[in-house]
């Protein structure tokens, strides 16, 4: 494991495709586990899916845009990693044309979208390979990740290459100061892994924390964040437990897009699901706007410089 850490700095800041910058300039709401730019119809053993992918650039850059004016969006965390179709040039476009900061990541996602070599390698290889790219930049550009993730598991239990490829952005998160970010499936257990290896609880966000209603209480216990998409009635039912058992503090709400079907030109609620119709039904239960800016700003803000 790596013994000291890579980042050095007086005071925290997030890692933009961009450049650093202080929490400080990111005035308004942040999405913190969306995908801007991704591909994953195609997988090594895995059923292809011509849904499964986004490539839509101008009307991407169209919407966060408009959020910016709109919602006041301030930044998007991307968590397109290694194998699911990252692309930082595009990124990098994107947040030109919207004048909307975003957050790349890195890291390994899951089972049939590891890339071939990564199967077999030992957990120091695969790190080394993630401070390569924290390091060095991102498929060749000069845009470094702020996030490592979102790493996943693809069976209903990680496999042992998941294993390592997850003890491996522990460690790599460890040595950098970056935050991880996990996929929905097998979160629970990606957070048990990522515990095991030393990496404080408060550095890692789980994505939606399963169907059983205690789990999202048990990672939030555990000092944990909990990002919540798919922003339906069951979330919106999680999203007021977790802050009436007053933990607002450790909640992230994002839209969570994917596809091509979920963007606005298409027919999809788009990027502003969120500000459209999950945070008024938030104020229509009684929830102040100061929790509301908490759990939209201060809340992401505070997991992606890795403070408590």
Same mark, same amino acid.
């Given at each position: ?7 050095? +700095?007086?005071?925290?800041l997030v890692r933009t495709v961009s450049g650093p910058c ?8 942040? &999405? %913190? ?7 994953? +119809? ?6 292809? $899916? ?11 850059? /169209?919407?966060?845009?408009?959020? +910016?004016?709109? !919602? ?13 179709? +990252? ?36 957990? !120091? ?21 702020? @996030?490592?993730?979102?790493?996943? @598991?693809?069976? $209903? ?13 522990? /460690? ?6 970056? %935050? ?25 966000? @789980?994505? $939606? ?24 009635? !069951? ?8 802050? !009436?058992? =007053? ?8 839209? =969570?897009?994917?596809? @091509? ?5 298409? =027919?999809? =609620? ?11 039904r938030l104020r229509e239960a009684g929830i102040s706007e ?13 997991? &992606?410089?890795?403070?408590?």
């Amino acid at each position: 494991m790596p013994e000291a850490s890579l980042v050095t +700095r007086e005071a925290p800041l997030v890692r933009t495709v961009s450049g650093p910058c202080p929490p400080s300039a990111v005035n308004g709401a942040v &999405l %913190p586990r969306e995908h801007l730019r991704s591909d994953m +119809r195609w997988a090594a053993g895995a059923v292809s $899916d011509p849904h499964r992918w986004l490539d839509e650039e101008q009307e991407v850059t /169209r919407e966060l845009c408009g959020l +910016r004016q709109s !919602d006041r969006l301030g930044l998007v965390v991307e968590l397109s990693c290694i194998g699911m179709g +990252r692309d930082a040039a595009a990124l990098a476009r994107v947040t030109a044309g919207s004048r909307v900061a975003v957050v790349a990541g890195t890291g390994f996602f899951a089972g049939p979208f590891t890339p071939s070599w990564a199967l077999d390698a030992e957990v !120091d290889a695969l790190t080394r390979h993630l401070l390569t790219e924290i390091e060095d930049g991102l498929d060749g550009t000069s845009a470094r990740p702020g @996030v490592i993730g979102e790493i996943g @598991v693809w069976g $209903d239990e990680p496999t042992p290459a998941e294993e390592r490829c997850v003890a491996a952005a522990a /460690r790599a998160s460890l040595a950098s100061g970056l %935050p991880v970010a996990t996929h929905h499936r097998g979160g629970p257990a990606l957070l048990e892994i990522l515990l095991g290896e030393g990496l404080p609880a408060h550095r890692v966000s @789980v994505a $939606d924390a399963g169907t059983d209603p205690a789990t999202p209480r048990k990672i939030v216990e555990r000092g944990g964040y909990v990002c919540l998409t798919s922003l339906g009635v !069951d979330r919106l039912r999680q999203a007021l437990d977790l802050i !009436d058992a =007053g933990y607002a503090h450790r909640l992230l709400l994002s839209s =969570g897009l994917s596809k @091509v079907s979920e963007i606005e030109r298409y =027919g999809g =609620g788009g990027y502003s699901h969120l500000f459209r119709t999950f945070l008024p039904r938030l104020r229509e239960a009684g929830i102040s706007e100061e929790t509301i800016s908490l759990i939209t700003h201060d809340n992401p803000l505070r997991w &992606l410089t890795c403070m408590e």
